[in-house]
């Protein structure tokens, strides 16, 4: 009879434990209310380990739950909205969101209900390249992640990012470094006259900049879905092979 009742003792403390973990998963876990519970009923130190390691079970478990019903808790009326999983929360693809620098949230190809954050390249023309120790994106021949004096650009080797001394620091003034480009072998502004009707630009789709019509418009237009462009934070994680393009 008495082991009857500690084991009745006991799973009335596991529902207790359960209950507590299943509010708590949903407002940020803490252990408060299961200490409390240890003290109260006096628990024997096997007994405390057992309690623990259901305790972590089950808040795993809720974890996994919580984020699954968060996958569906967009408002439906707005079909621009994706849930991000790093934050739990909702954002609008094509906008700055949770994202870093240069970045904007997009719509997961490959999943309706999700987003992720890459590099802005549905907004720029300009390469950019992702780094993933600042989680940012940078544009190539600027300073971007570099130290003073170099700047950020694609060896033709390699295939690669890669930062290089600027060699147009002493021609220029560093309020114009960001706006001055490598073409042809020789720094030139963006947007100075390469032809008739003509100047230099970066062009969608291609990583260095051309000498393409002043009127063009390159930009992306419509709501972003995320794609396999070079730099990009998708092509940097493996998850596929860009097109490399001058």
């Known amino acids: 009879m008495g082991s009857l009742t500690k084991?009745?003792?006991?799973?009335?403390?596991?529902?207790?434990v359960f209950l507590i973990t299943f509010i708590n998963c949903a407002t940020g876990f803490?252990?408060?209310?299961t200490?409390?519970?240890?003290?109260?009923?006096?628990l024997s130190g096997n007994q405390i380990l057992e309690v623990n390691r259901v305790q972590r079970s089950?808040?795993?478990?809720?974890?996994?739950?919580?984020?699954?019903?968060?996958t569906t808790s967009c408002p439906t009326q707005n079909f621009l909205l994706r849930h991000y999983k790093t934050t739990g929360q909702c954002y609008e693809i094509g906008s700055k969101g949770p994202c870093g620098r240069n970045?904007?949230?997009?719509?997961?190809?490959?999943?309706?209900?999700?987003?992720?954050?890459?590099?802005a390249h549905a907004h720029e023309t300009r390469t950019l390249i992702y780094h993933q120790t600042t989680n940012q994106c940078y544009f190539v021949f600027q300073q971007g992640y570099c130290v003073f004096g170099q700047w950020l650009v694609i060896n033709p080797r390699?295939?690669?990012?890669?930062?290089?001394?600027?060699?147009c620091l002493k021609f220029t003034p560093i309020s114009l470094l960001d706006t001055t480009v490598e073409y042809e072998g020789i720094c030139v502004r963006l947007n100075s006259p390469c032809g008739e009707k003509?100047?230099?630009?970066f062009v969608s789709e291609l990583l260095l900049p051309r000498c393409e019509s002043s009127s063009a418009s390159s930009k992306a237009i419509g709501s972003p879905v995320q794609s396999c462009k070079f730099g990009s934070a998708y092509a940097y994680n493996g998850r596929c092979v860009p097109v490399f393009v001058w």
């Open 7 to 16: 084991f009745s003792n006991l799973f009335n403390i596991l529902v207790q």
């Open 30 to 33: 803490n252990e408060q209310g």
């Open 35 to 42: 200490r409390e519970i240890i003290r109260e009923n006096l």
């Open 58 to 70: 089950l808040a795993d478990s809720l974890r996994k739950l919580f984020g699954v019903f968060r």
């Open 103 to 119: 970045m904007i949230f997009y719509a997961e190809s490959d999943n309706n209900q999700y987003g992720v954050c890459d590099c």
């Open 158 to 167: 390699t295939k690669q990012p890669k930062c290089e001394t600027n060699p």
């Open 198 to 201: 003509k100047v230099v630009k």
